[in-house]
Every structure is written in structure tokens, then in C-alpha cells.
């Protein structure tokens, strides 16, 4: 055998032999393209840059390929463009609504009134029949750490919507693969179609947070409601996505259980979640073939007994009367406004270019005269662009391929948020930006489903573009949200888009009498009253500004004007209250008490719960008939309302004013309890303290108002004082030193103004 294995071994050693023959040519060849290379470079250097771009692009298609599906990327991308978007809206004023919600509101004003939140709807003084504690709740949070700076309140708005960004982007993340998206047939399938997926929840997230449509929701302190809404029903159905995987059956229970308090926030912090639970059922029940039925019904079950608990809910506060009365409209009017809706919503998500508040679809002015009839027609283009919106749906949901089911999804989502601001049924308004915080996300995955059905090379060009798309929309984001840094930029730039509504050139107006020109806002507010004559606010402004340039007989009939319809126009306008107000200090100020008791009185039988009255009417009771007359009024409306911080500041001062030293220090300690920040109450206490020489306890009240106000000088001055008759001499030295260095920087500042 060893013969046999040598003959072998001989045989393979000669096969190399024969290569050798073979490859003999090679060598040299190869020598002379080394030494050709060498002495001609210019023929290798394109050659060599190809390979370089080549290899350049492998290189980029591999870290794109990498990195396009790792999700903490997708939400640090989300938040970070979404808050560099909105950044110029950080240092915005308070501005239209922020000045009551923000500022005057009581239930903002202590961590004590977070339930007594629930019972009231959120405007106090109208017929509004909003019901929106959780905003209430997010407020009184603001209140306690950022006090009056508005920063800290647009940061909150801010974060709310970067939330909500990435929210959806993982809900998208978990519902997409139910929807069967366009599949290659590779080797390498299921994780081409997790990228894919991946990055369409991506892209669309990214959409939704940088679109500008979406800054009235998030620049606009009082705009919150939406995103509140949208992060606690985005956060629910993420909830119970995650209860389905669980396998053990108590943390299931508790995280079903978080599920529905989510929905019942979201119901509470804005009417819109009732959509958000539409689609969840909708999701449910038809995109989820393989779930059986009783798993179904039971979830339906609980969505019902989420829906009837917020019902109760809405039962605490008091009954108003219906904040919109019926427009008249018929069919084929509201039919077109549908369509010039939808038009315009298309319009401004494809291509957001004259934003403004106060838009509106339809203004019965216009059909006064010839003129106005040929800017009404002009108007018919956007009922043209909403039949395109409707038939590219249509027939994009209607069209077969993979991801037909995502397609019909979106159509769905867009179409289920779409029709209740229509116009089909009465509104406050026939279009508002805002409105398509929601509706816009099913328009968006519905492009992302035409998206997957794109060739594998398209679809590069079709991200290319998206990204593009989000590049322009941040641009116009940033632009827009400087539109919210004061009042007066707010409202010129309103007006001159286009948003030529009574309200603008009211608070324009206000803005001008508030700086002592008169006859400016006098201009702004009869032009106002020429577009709406019997708008009560425009003629209790007006009358106003008459009176501070001494036409007071004219001012005088524009308040009892205001003041005999005010019945009347309290079911359109808020504050209507005002004229009678303001009749009743003319009165006073020209010395007829009586007759401005008679108002007062007459005004209090229909505002039974606006303070102001009951405040102006005290006062004028203190003075003419003494405390104890004004504190029968004051004490009944404090039973009636214990969350009022100026009733029980007002009733402890009447009773301090009757040397009720008990009774008064009770009032304003609950007083104290009542805003957190205020220190009016305090003070008092410190005051009767020191009177009943209870120094002791007038240094810790009067601490506690140092501390609510650190950066105030009189704080320290007081505390001084205080510490002084204490025998404390160094630390008396100590807070009035503090009072002179603040007094100094206020001063400085002052002078740098």
C-alpha cells in the first residue's frame, strides 16, 4: 500500500506543476501593471476614485443601514429637533387666553385645588362648556415651580409635545406589523422589513412633531389640552399593547388598570380622546383577526366603563347652556365647507406656507355686496383641493398591493379625527390650525403606506425627500413659533396673514390702551365694531377708552349699552360681565352709590359667581355703611366657594377692620393655603402679630413670606423691622442689607430698560 499512497503523493505534488504552467503568464502581467501604475499615475487615479466612492458608499449604505433601525437614535432625533423647532416660543408673554388660564386662574394657584378641579369646567365666567381639569392639574403644577415666569410654562408645552412625538413613535413601531407591509422575497427578510417598518415610525413621528400646523397646540400656553390628550391616550394604548404580552396575571391586571386611567386622563384633558378610543376599537376589532372575540368585547367593556365614569365626571360642575347656538346651516352650505375644510387642512399639511389664528372658511360679509361675492368665489378653490384630498384617500385605500391595510388605517385615523371638526355639526370656529393635532398623523401614516409600496431603490429617494420635507417644516416651525413671543407681534402678524377677526383687533386694541394711546385703541376699536357691531367687549373697550379722554357721556351709553344686552350676548362672548362692572365704578366715581349698588345688584342676579362684583360692591358697602354690611356679602360668597384665594383675603382684612383678631388671622391663614405664592395674606398676619406684640410668631409668618418671595426687597424690609423689635440686632442688620442690595439691582435693571 505505501507504493500506492507515494504515486498519490507524487501524482498531487504534480498538479501544482501544471498550475504552474498555467499562472507562468500571470506574473509578468502583473509586474507590468505594478510598474506601469508606477510610472503612469494619471491613468490610475481615476480608477482609484472610483473605487473610492464606491467603497464610500458601501460604507454609508452599511452605517445607514446599521443605525436607521436602533430606536434610541429615532427618539433622541425626535426630541431634539422638535425642541430646537420650538425653542423661540420659550421666552413668549402670556397672549390671549394664557392671561386668565395662566395667571388669574384660582385653581391654579395651590397643590389643595387639584380636586376641585374636577368639579369646574375651565372657564369660570362663560358659557363655555369645556371640561378640562387635567390642564388645570398641569397648571397648577407650572404655578407651584415657575411662579409667574412664563418660560417654565412653555417648557412644559414644549416637553408635552416631544413626548407625544415619541409616544408615537413607538405605538407606530407596535401597530405596523399588523397591517401586512410590503414583504421582499431575500434571505434576509424579516429584518429588511423591521427596518423598513422602523423607519416609516420614524419619519412619520419626525413629521408630526416639527409640522407647523401644530404650533397653536404647543407655542400657545393655553393650547396644551391637545398634547395632554395625545400623550395620556398614546401612553395608554401603549399600556395595554404591553398587558397582552404579559404572562403573568397580576402585573396584566395593573398595567390594564393604568391603560384605562390613561384614557380617562386623556378624556379629561381634552373632548378629542373620545377619537383616540374610536380607533383603538377600530384597530381592535378590524385589524386584529387573529384576537378572539370575547378578548374583544371585554375590551370594548372596559372602554365603556371609561367612557361612562368620565359621563360622572362631568356631572360635578354646574349645567350651562350650549356654548354654540345652531349657525342655520343647510346641507349643501355645510357639505361645502366640508370640502372647503378639507381642502385647506390638505393645503396646509403639504405645504404650511400663511399660518395665522382665526381662519375661517366662510364670512357672511362677504355676500354684502359685488366685491365680496368675487372674493367668496375665489375661496371655491379649496372645495376643489378637498375633493383631490378625497379621491387621492380614496382611491389610495381602495388600491390593492402589501400595504393596502396601512393605507386604509391612515385614511381611517384621518377621516374618524376629520369629521367632527367639518363642519357637520356647529363649532366655535369653521377651521383652526390646531384641530389637526390628530387628524394629521392618519394623513401621514397613510403616505407612509404608499411609501412601502415603492421599489427597493425608490424608496432611498422617497426617505431622501421625507427628510428634506422634515428640514423645511423645521425651518417654518422656527418661524412660526417667533410669531408667539409677545401679544403685539402675535397680533400684527395675525392681521397681516389674514386673520382679520374682531378678536384680533380687539386685543390689538388692548394692547394700545394698556400704553396710555387712547386714541389709537379708540380707531382699532370702532374698526372692530364695524365688523361686529354688537360685540360687547369691543364696546366696553371703546367706552373705556372715551372716558379716559373725557367723553364721558358717550362712554356712559356704551356701557349701559353693553350692560341691557349682555343677557343676550353672554351665550357668544365671554366677560360680558365687564360693561355692567364698569358702569357701576362710573356711577361710583361720580359719587351715586346708590345707583351703582342698583347695577351691581341687577349684574349679580345674573354673574351670582363673579367675584369682582361681589368685591366692588363690598368695598362700596365698607365705606358708606361699614364692615359689617359688606361682611355679609363677602362671608356668603366664601361659604359658597372655599377655593377662593380674594374672598377669604377680603373677609379677613373686614374682620381685622372689626378688631376680630381670631376670626382674620383664620381668614387669611386659609387665605395663605389658597396661593402659594402670594404673600398678601402673610403680611396681614405678620402686621396683627406684631400689634398684639406676638413677635415670635409675626417672624415666622413673615419668613414664610420671604420665602414664597425671595427676590421682593419689602419682604426683607418688613422682616427687619420684625427682627429689630425682637432685640435681634444682627440679623436685623442682615435683612436689611438684603433689602438694599435687591433694591439696588431693581433699580439698575429699571434703568438698564
Not at 108 to 124: C, G, M, T, Y
Request: hydrophobic fraction near 45%; aromatic fraction near 10%; glycine fraction near 6%.
Amino acid at each position: 500500500m505505501r507504493p500506492v499512497e507515494g504515486e498519490v503523493a507524487r501524482a498531487s505534488r504534480l498538479r501544482p506543476e501544471e498550475g504552474k504552467s498555467e499562472t507562468r503568464p500571470t506574473r509578468p502581467e502583473k509586474r507590468n501593471v505594478d510598474r506601469g501604475s508606477r510610472l503612469r499615475p494619471e491613468e490610475r487615479k481615476p480608477e482609484a476614485c472610483a473605487t473610492l466612492v464606491a467603497r464610500s458608499a458601501a460604507a454609508f449604505r452599511h452605517a445607514f443601514t446599521s443605525y436607521s433601525g436602533k430606536s434610541w437614535l429615532h427618539c433622541v432625533s425626535i426630541a431634539l429637533i422638535g425642541f430646537v423647532v420650538r425653542a423661540p416660543a420659550l421666552q413668549g408673554q402670556l397672549i390671549w387666553d394664557d392671561q386668565f388660564l395662566a395667571r388669574d386662574n384660582p385653581f391654579i394657584k395651590s397643590p389643595l385645588l387639584i380636586l376641585e378641579a374636577f368639579r369646574h369646567h375651565l372657564f369660570l365666567d362663560s358659557f363655555s362648556a369645556h371640561y378640562r381639569p387635567v390642564q388645570n392639574i398641569s397648571l397648577i403644577v407650572d404655578y407651584f415651580f415657575w411662579n409667574t415666569d412664563t418660560y417654565g410654562f412653555h417648557l412644559t408645552n414644549v416637553l408635552l409635545h416631544l413626548v407625544s412625538g415619541v409616544l408615537l413613535y413607538f405605538l407606530l413601531r407596535k401597530l405596523l406589523p399588523s397591517f401586512s407591509p410590503v414583504r421582499e422575497q431575500t434571505a434576509d427578510q424579516p429584518t429588511t422589513v423591521r427596518r423598513d417598518l422602523s423607519l416609516v415610525a420614524w419619519i412619520v413621528a419626525l413629521l408630526w412633531t416639527v409640522h407647523p400646523v401644530h404650533s397653536a397646540a404647543i407655542d400657545y400656553i393655553s393650547g396644551r389640552a391637545d398634547s395632554l390628550a395625545f400623550a395620556f391616550a398614546c401612553g395608554g394604548w401603549l399600556l395595554f399593547l404591553r398587558a397582552g404580552r404579559q404572562v403573568s396575571r397580576l402585573p396584566c391586571v395593573g398595567l390594564f388598570a393604568l391603560a384605562a386611567l390613561c384614557g380617562l386622563l386623556a378624556l379629561c384633558s381634552r373632548e378629542s380622546a373620545f377619537i383616540w378610543i374610536a380607533l383603538f376599537l377600530i384597530h381592535l376589532f378590524a385589524f386584529q383577526p387573529r384576537l378572539q372575540l370575547r378578548p374583544k368585547l371585554m375590551v370594548l367593556s372596559c372602554c365603556l366603563c371609561v367612557v361612562a365614569a368620565y359621563a360622572g365626571l362631568r356631572q360635578l360642575p354646574e349645567r350651562r347652556p350650549a356654548e354654540n347656538p345652531s349657525a342655520g346651516w343647510s346641507q349643501p352650505v355645510r357639505a361645502t365647507l366640508m370640502m372647503r375644510a378639507l381642502g385647506d387642512y390638505g393645503r396646509l399639511m403639504i405645504f404650511p406656507a400663511n399660518l395665522h389664528m382665526e381662519r375661517t372658511l366662510f364670512d357672511p360679509a362677504l355676500l354684502r355686496d359685488r366685491e365680496g361675492w368675487r372674493r367668496s368665489v375665489a375661496v371655491e378653490y379649496l372645495s376643489v383641493f378637498g375633493l383631490a384630498v378625497l379621491a387621492a384617500l380614496t382611491l389610495g385605500a381602495s388600491r390593492k398591493g402589501p400595504a393596502r391595510q396601512l393605507r386604509v388605517f391612515g385614511a381611517i385615523w384621518f377621516f374618524a379625527a376629520f369629521l367632527p371638526i367639518s363642519n357637520l355639526v356647529d363649532l366655535n370656529a369653521t377651521v383652526a390650525e390646531h384641530w389637526l393635532y390628530l387628524p394629521s398623523v392618519g394623513l401621514l401614516i397613510f403616505l407612509g403606506g404608499c411609501a412601502l409600496e415603492l421599489p427597493q431603490r425608490s424608496r432611498s429617494i422617497a426617505v431622501v425627500f421625507a427628510l428634506l420635507w422634515v428640514a423645511g417644516l423645521s425651518a417654518r416651525s422656527f418661524v412660526r413659533s417667533g410669531d408667539w413671543v409677545s401679544s403685539e407681534v402675535f397680533y400684527k402678524r395675525t392681521l397681516a396673514a389674514g386673520g382679520t377677526s374682531a378678536r384680533m383687533g380687539l386685543n390689538l386694541g388692548l394692547i394700545y390702551g394698556r400704553r396710555g394711546a387712547y386714541a389709537s385703541a379708540e380707531q382699532v376699536f370702532r374698526k372692530v365694531l364695524q365688523m361686529a357691531p354688537n360685540y360687547p367687549l369691543a364696546q366696553n373697550n371703546l367706552a373705556d377708552a372715551l372716558s379716559r379722554q373725557g367723553k364721558i357721556a358717550e362712554a356712559e351709553k356704551l356701557f349701559a349699552a353693553v350692560e341691557q344686552g349682555a343677557a343676550e350676548s353672554r351665550k357668544d362672548y365671554p366677560r360680558t360681565w365687564v360693561g355692567a362692572l364698569n358702569h357701576a365704578k362710573m356711577r361710583r366715581n361720580a359719587g351715586e352709590n346708590d345707583e351703582a349698588l342698583a347695577i351691581l345688584d341687577r349684574a349679580r342676579a345674573d354673574y351670582p359667581h363673579v367675584w369682582e362684583f361681589i368685591s366692588f360692591e363690598s368695598e362700596i358697602l365698607r365705606q358708606t355703611k361699614g364692615p359689617d354690611a359688606a361682611l355679609l356679602l363677602v362671608e356668603e360668597f366664601a361659604r359658597d366657594n372655599w377655593w377662593h384665594y380674594g374672598a377669604f383675603l377680603a373677609l379677613g382684612r373686614l374682620h381685622a377692620e372689626k378688631n376680630d383678631a381670631q376670626r382674620a388671622e383664620t381668614a387669611l391663614r386659609h387665605a395663605s393655603w389658597l396661593d402659594v405664592h402670594d404673600v398678601q395674606a402673610l403680611n396681614l398676619i405678620a402686621t396683627m402679630q406684631v400689634r398684639q406684640n406676638r413677635l415670635a410668631d409675626a417672624c415666622i409668618a413673615q419668613r414664610r413670606a420671604v420665602s414664597r418671595q425671595p427676590d421682593e426687597p419689602s419682604q426683607y424690609l418688613m422682616l427687619s423691622d420684625i427682627l429689630g423689635k425682637m432685640g435681634r440686632r444682627e440679623e436685623a442688620r442682615l435683612a436689611t442689607a438684603q433689602f438694599a442690595h435687591l433694591q439696588s439691582l431693581t433699580q439698575s435693571q429699571t434703568a438698564a430698560n
